[in-house]
């Protein structure tokens, strides 16, 4: 079945830009992304999108469409009427460069911050060993394709542009999880991942998980883990009277 | 609202709207409220009634006054003594009621309902919220959630004496078992409670998830799937919870003040 | 004069995938002040897609495994065109490269015993893929891609910059490389995909890790990426490829819908029960069983449907043949008007398993259908058709250092390397080689850096002419090619006439319209401006991508025989006397050259590896004459 559709998409760059109309086919079984391609073959060649594998593993193509943080890649046409208007910005809470693509540096800039995997001492390559079921955990944050919807989506940055020097963002509290739960890492991050990267303005309110592709759990499995973990050290008044009485951690 | 902050930035794409989602995105928040409003008014007028809370021929105790501590408590109610003064602002209950409170207040899934649907923080996924700022919880009170576990080990404790006051339910004033519609409510109720419970993510946490090495406590790991597994459904236990107590409550005090009579199929 | 932001650097790495990264590590840990530039984000390359996992003969799970094992299969997978010499370090240290990662926090899945889990693939005789899950490419990219940002971390720590030893250019273009008078490397000349504007790095050292060419044809399993960039570099810094002709096409992509034409439907559908039909219902690979194959695989269906419940009383169904044979078969009954509406056949699961079972057994196959397709594989058949893969070809490279024969200074790892698996890869070998090759082609460019008592330096005009020939599209007169026009004929063009069956008249006609094609490419233009304009991209990917395709279409119209990824209609048999030679394409001016070149003769102690018996099939009977069962001499196993 091949009907035209109803795109409306951003056009602009940092100094503006706005909303333009296209007529333009669709053909059944295809996504928004092979529309998007099919304007830049037809009608708007400068038309600018960041996309790589278009099969939803690398995590490049990510938009809003009708106001909802997805990947281009995945949101099947079949999912709207064949008369519905499809609106298609760019992630609206990163400053945007072009058209559909935004500047999404402050994610690179937050990824450098979280202290980075580190190694037990006296165990050479070969000599690790881990159980399955010790790795698990980890390796479900592992899957993240790093698209950066949930940073997106994110209201604590999305909303409040401030608050992005204070905030990693999902993603990378996520990374500070994934490393406390990694069964031979050696550091601890949970004074950080409070300090530094801002867990503590998570309201768990799971958009985060929500907008996910690849289905993580990310408040369930991470966030909420890691404000136990944080909870443990910070706040229990039980380890706090013992820190007092003893001068543990002093 | 601010223009130039959030999504209106000036570096972001500029667009006339706060938010492009044409789904009806306003439905869940609208049903949180109008469900824990519901339970707050009840609860509320409940607790203060001071009355029918108590079926002295089935030994029906309604959680709402468990442990019922007050002197104004009726004597078959009062099963671990009465020792607070009895005033129409203290509820019978009043030692454990404010735990459970706070339990459910600080809760992972209760805060994500009413941040999102009271404060609008967000209202939902992309729709911009209306504050100017935004700290979370770092600051007094919010920082006060992060002590949610030992409201957990309290609620714990209440939900043991629920069991105790569900199992005490099977024994009619003339000493002998009874099992009516009153016990099957009681017991729909308290297992609810135990679901809700122990699929608390603080109760997640201690059991199993602080550990490291999972493979070194096989048990605890054990305990810790299972608890997973009821986690995922917490919100679901978090609402069926509130029913069954309002419910429970409801059928109680209606049996207690001779509108209704209970179903009996023993004693 | 254009103006030129530039950088001065020891290594410049090209390319952020696998090899790249590797690369990048290994040069900024020998102290080398390295960039890493790369076309797409940091760590969106290509290398996410693999699945299956990475080969390395650590023997975690079959103790019988050993390097030796590993270079036999390579070798034979290959059909003994490979790089002996490539082949055999690959082999012995895939194992420390896979172990290395974990050290950097890699979490790959785990045995009984708490060691790296390997799992069986195609070709391997042993469980030898190192892998988590279904997404152990992924996990490769992000290892060092963390890698990367720790080694970053522990400048911050000292120098108080992240970028002080190891920068990141993500989304910029290499147009150009750069060299001195006496040719060797000065450097390379790139264009931010962001703005538009031009970059010059100085550097005594490159390291190409681009990847593949696949985006040249237009039933692919690859990236918009895999434009053939470093092959094309290497080739106009004046540098050699190698084996071009070799493309390997997997016979299971999915065709239809268009979202997802290309992406690959795992061997396991088959394995598992699924069936090839025609769009008569026809279960057509019957008919297709070569000779050599007879007598080892059931010739009825009721045979076949027998094999999956008692394999030793029956013989295999034909559905599971080599690679190349279904391939070749799904290709001829699409040609002879039997495929399905949209050029495919029908891959059928739906009616040979319970919805349950299928669900159980394939459930990434049901989730990618599901998700990308809206097909639900446990009721309807899927359409499937061959898909480019993967290239064997690439440059030239010495296989101890990675260095490109002939051009000082420039040095390739990777899938655009050549060489490694000779006419075909087996399944798993390229996560290895990205890590073996990409180590040490960054150690090798490290040598050389410091070797250098003087730094090639750039040529002004070189720059200059770079320059004017990157905005040249923007000049193109009133009417104008669509660079997105021309790219789709150019991929058609490549599929239909120098795809997966080759002929010589096809071959000769794509040669013919290549050249009609490079004509109109002369007459590209876009519309707007440089900043971030895929119009321009495309434009400039193009010009590799045609010289590329021609280096493939010359090689396969030389070569005039079939093996591996390689199949002619017109020389259906492996030739003997093809194997001990190599095609190798240069660029002479405008025009690509192909010339034969002679393969190495494999070193004796690996011969030695091999039954007479196998090599005879082979081998030429002057090459084996030194063969220690002809001449009668004992040697032990693995001795030098």
């Known amino acids: 079945m091949t009907y035209k559709g109803h795109f409306r998409i951003w056009r602009g760059d940092e100094e503006g830009g706005s909303l333009e109309d296209f007529e333009v086919e669709v053909n059944e079984g295809e996504v928004v992304l092979d529309i998007i391609h099919r304007l830049q073959a037809t009608q708007a060649p400068d038309l600018a999108v960041r996309w790589n594998c278009k099969a939803g593993k690398c995590g490049s193509c990510s938009a809003e469409v009708n106001g909802r943080p997805r990947l281009l890649c995945m949101t099947r046409m079949s999912i709207f009427s064949a008369d519905e208007i499809i609106t298609v910005t760019p992630m609206r809470a990163f400053s945007v460069i072009k058209d559909l693509v935004p500047d999404v540096s402050y994610n690179y800039t937050k990824a450098r911050e979280v202290t980075s995997f580190t190694p037990p001492e006296g165990l050479g390559p070969g000599e690790y060993r881990m159980q399955q079921e010790d790795v698990e955990r980890s390796q479900e944050f592992r899957k993240c394709i790093e698209c950066f919807l949930c940073q997106d989506t994110c209201h604590v940055v999305r909303d409040h542009e401030e608050n992005k020097s204070a905030f990693a963002g999902p993603r990378f509290l996520m990374r500070a999880a994934e490393l406390e739960m990694h069964p031979l890492d050696a550091a601890d991050r949970r004074d950080d991942a409070q300090d530094e990267h801002g867990l503590g303005m998570c309201n768990i309110t799971k958009c985060c998980t929500e907008v996910c592709p690849e289905g993580i759990k990310i408040t369930d499995n991470a966030l909420i883990p890691m404000k136990e973990r944080v909870a443990g050290r910070r706040y229990d008044p039980v380890v706090w009277l013992g820190n007092k009485l003893f001068k543990r951690g002093s | ?267 | 004069m254009t103006e030129v932001e530039r950088h001065s650097y020891d290594v410049l790495v090209i390319g952020a995938g696998g090899a790249g990264l590797r690369a990048a590590i290994e040069a900024r840990e020998q102290g080398l002040r390295t960039a890493v530039i790369c076309k797409s984000l940091f760590g969106k390359a290509h290398t996410v897609m693999a699945e299956g996992g990475c080969a390395a003969a650590m023997g975690n799970v079959n103790a019988g495994d050993n390097w030796q094992v590993h270079f036999r299969d390579t070798m034979r997978g290959g059909k003994f065109l490979n790089n002996w010499r490539m082949a055999e370090l690959h082999a012995k240290e895939a194992p420390d490269r896979v172990w290395e990662l974990e050290t950097y926090g890699a979490l790959f899945d785990r045995t009984g015993d708490g060691r790296i889990s390997q799992r069986n693939f195609g070709g391997h005789e042993y469980p030898r893929l190192a892998h988590v899950g279904d997404r152990t490419g992924l996990e490769l990219i992000r290892t060092m891609q963390q890698k990367i940002v720790s080694l970053q971390q522990e400048d911050y720590r000292d120098l108080g910059d992240y970028d002080a030893r190891l920068k990141v250019f993500s989304e910029c273009t290499v147009t150009q490389l750069l060299n001195d008078d006496a040719g060797a490397i000065s450097g390379a000349f790139a264009y931010w995909r962001e703005s538009g504007r031009f970059v010059q790095f100085d550097a005594p050292a490159v390291v190409l890790a681009t990847g593949g060419i696949g985006k040249s044809f237009s039933v692919t399993s690859n990236s918009w990426e895999y434009t053939g960039d470093g092959h094309a570099l290497a080739m106009r810094a004046g540098a050699k490829l190698i084996n071009m002709e070799f493309v390997q096409f997997h016979p299971t992509g999915m065709v239809w819908p268009p979202s997802v034409k290309g992406i690959l439907v795992t061997e396991g559908v088959r394995g598992d029960g699924g069936v090839l039909k025609n769009a008569n219902g026809e279960r057509f690979m019957f008919n297709y069983i070569p000779d050599v194959f007879k007598g080892y695989y059931a010739d009825n269906p009721e045979e076949a449907d027998r094999w999956y419940s008692d394999p030793n009383n029956n013989r295999r169904t034909p559905d599971l043949l080599p690679r190349d044979e279904v391939a070749r078969a799904i290709n001829t009954e699409v040609k002879e008007g039997r495929g399905s509406p949209h050029g495919g056949v029908y891959l059928d699961i739906a009616s040979r398993l319970s919805d349950e079972e299928i669900e159980r057994r394939l459930p990434s196959m049901h989730h990618q259908f599901k998700e990308l397709a809206d097909v639900d594989i446990t009721s309807e058949a899927m359409e499937v058709g061959p898909t480019c893969h993967y290239v064997m070809g690439g440059v030239e490279v010495d296989p101890d250092t990675g260095a490109a024969d002939g051009v000082p200074g420039l040095f390739a790892a990777g899938e655009c390397a050549g060489g490694m698996h000779g006419s075909n890869r087996l399944g798993g070998n390229s996560l290895s080689d990205l890590l073996v090759f990409g180590r040490r082609a960054g150690s090798g460019a490290a040598g050389y850096v410091s070797s250098l008592t003087e730094r090639p330096t750039a040529n002004q005009a070189q720059v200059d002419e770079a320059a004017r020939a990157a905005v040249e599209p923007f000049g193109a007169g009133e009417t104008y090619e669509n660079p997105y026009t021309l790219q789709s004929d150019l991929q058609r063009l490549m599929n239909e006439l120098v795809g997966i069956i080759r002929t010589e008249g096809e071959m000769s006609e794509a040669l013919t319209k290549l050249r009609d094609l490079a004509e109109r490419a002369r007459h590209v233009g876009i519309e707007g401006n440089r900043q971030y304009n895929p119009g321009w991209h495309l434009a400039l990917d193009l010009r590799n991508m045609l010289l590329v395709s021609e280096c493939v279409a010359r090689a396969a119209l030389r070569r005039t025989e079939s093996r591996g990824g390689h199949t002619r209609d017109d020389f259906p048999k492996m030739d003997a006397e093809w194997r001990h030679t190599l095609l190798e394409c240069t660029l002479d001016g405008e025009s690509v050259t192909v010339t034969p070149g002679e393969q190495v003769p494999m070193r004796a102690d690996l011969l030695e590896l091999f039954e007479l018996t196998e090599l005879e099939k082979y081998y030429t009977e002057p090459e084996l004459v030194e063969h220690p069962a002809r001449t009668g001499a004992q040697r032990e196993e693995g001795a030098p």
């Open chain 2, 1 to 267: 609202m601010s223009t130039d902050t959030g999504v209106h930035a000036p570096p972001r794409a500029r667009l006339p709207v706060s938010t492009l989602r044409n789904d009806r995105w306003w439905v869940p928040q609208v049903l949180t409220i109008a469900g824990l409003s519901v339970f707050v008014i009840y609860a509320t007028v409940r607790v203060f009634l001071q009355q029918n809370y108590w079926v002295e021929e089935y030994h029906y105790l309604t959680p709402f006054y468990s442990p019922c501590i007050s002197t104004g408590c009726v004597d078959g109610a009062a099963h671990f003594g009465r020792f607070i003064p009895d005033h129409a602002l203290i509820p019978y209950a009043a030692l454990s009621l404010p735990f459970l409170l706070l339990f459910r207040l600080t809760c992972y899934y209760y805060r994500k309902a009413y941040y999102r649907s009271f404060w609008l923080s967000p209202p939902a996924c992309a729709v911009p919220e209306p504050h100017a700022r935004y700290t979370g919880e770092t600051r007094f009170p919010l920082i006060l959630q992060n002590i949610h576990r030992y409201f957990f080990y309290l609620a714990f404790v209440v939900t043991i004496i629920n069991t105790y006051d569900m199992l005490l339910a099977f024994q009619t004033a003339d000493g002998g078992f009874g099992l009516g519609l009153g016990n099957v409510i009681l017991v729909v109720n308290v297992v609810m409670l135990w679901l809700y419970t122990l699929s608390c993510h603080s109760c997640r946490h201690v059991m199993g998830g602080r550990l490291k090495n999972f493979s070194k406590h096989p048990v605890r790991y054990r305990m810790w799937t299972r608890i997973s597994a009821l986690n995922t459904r917490h919100m679901e236990f978090a609402w069926i919870s509130l029913g069954t107590l309002m419910l429970v409550d409801l059928y109680i005090m209606l049996v207690a003040s001779g509108t209704i009579t209970d179903l009996r199929f023993i004693g």
